[in-house]
């Protein structure tokens, strides 16, 4: 919270930008894209050492993959909505092709990554990217939405750890629904305030199985601040989305990246204690929140 209102406060004073946000979390997601690239080929990662995960899935310096998966669904997702095929390859060449490497290095990490939640995360601000341009397709937009059509499929049906991780995910849906079961039974017992922020307890044994996590952000609300938590977030939640909405006609990137954040929620990330999560939503709201308003900044804009 002093991190959020600190950044509220130097963008109301106009030491930062909206543009200066984005452009500094662009590149601090591409550092982490290439020193994933580097763990592909080389096996570790250059800034903390950390060996590939299992010995198939990318970290980079990131301590789970399925965490490194949700900065690059975020970057990808963050191009997505930021660009405007017609109007960039009008404003040069080398923004054009710097954005799509970007935007492939994105994609590549993601992959091989081996997060089915950002995987679907992805999935998801894809289709409300072409939902939201819908009304604005021109023959620019077209080929960009059919190359993607028909290029993915064809890259991950060839892909063997797609095929492996999405089989598995066929066969024990990642061990979620045991989690989800687990924490549900707990919901009864304090269904008003919850149980409580604690770490001593609740997850650690259930019927024998070890759980640390409900592997449900919504879920883990519950239990922990019971409805009336759960009845706040979800008008936080609902807050941020009218806002993101209002935006979609100017930029659609926040739409886009709120939703790859609330559909990774649904299966392994927290809005209490994952640090990554809460990082990523405090520089969104306060992005959200001072954007396209004259009496809060000077008409800055991301760029498109």
């Not at 050492?49 to 997702?77: E, K, S, Y």
């Not at 061990?175 to 008003?192: E, K, N, Y």
């Not at 952000?217 to 993101?244: D, K, P, S």
């Amino acid at each position: 919270m002093l991190l959020y209102f600190a950044l509220l406060y130097f963008l109301r004073k106009h030491f930062i930008s909206v543009s200066f946000i984005l452009c500094a979390a662009l590149l601090s997601l591409g550092i982490q894209g290439v020193n994933g690239i580097y763990q592909y080929f080389v096996g570790i990662d250059i800034l903390k050492h950390r060996l590939i995960f299992g010995g198939h899935r990318l970290t980079a310096a990131v301590h789970n993959p399925n965490l490194f998966g949700f900065l690059m669904m975020i970057g990808a997702l963050s191009i997505l909505g930021t660009i405007r095929p017609a109007r960039l390859i009008k404003t040069g060449v080398v923004k054009f092709i710097f954005l799509c490497l970007l935007l492939g290095m994105f994609f590549f990490c993601l992959l091989y990554s081996g997060s089915r939640a950002a995987w679907l995360s992805l999935a998801f601000g894809i289709f409300l990217f072409f939902l939201l341009r819908f009304k604005n397709w021109n023959r620019a937009m077209k080929i960009f939405a059919i190359t993607i059509v028909l290029t993915l499929p064809v890259l991950l049906l060839a892909n063997d750890l797609f095929i492996k991780r999405m089989g598995d995910a066929f066969i024990n849906y990642g061990h979620r629904p045991g989690c989800w079961q687990g924490a549900v039974s707990f919901i009864a017992d304090a269904p008003v305030f919850g149980h409580g922020i604690r770490d001593d307890m609740i997850f650690l044994k259930l019927k024998r199985i070890a759980i640390t996590s409900p592997h449900n952000a919504y879920l883990e609300v519950m239990v922990l601040l019971g409805f009336v938590g759960f009845l706040i977030y979800g008008r936080l939640i609902w807050t941020l989305y009218c806002r993101a909405l209002k935006l979609s006609v100017i930029q659609p990137a926040y739409c886009l990246m709120l939703t790859g954040m609330m559909v990774s929620a649904f299966f392994g990330h927290s809005f209490i204690t994952d640090q990554i999560l809460l990082s990523a939503c405090c520089l969104l709201c306060a992005c959200m929140w001072f954007h396209g308003d004259p009496s809060r900044t000077s008409g800055d804009e991301l760029p498109s």
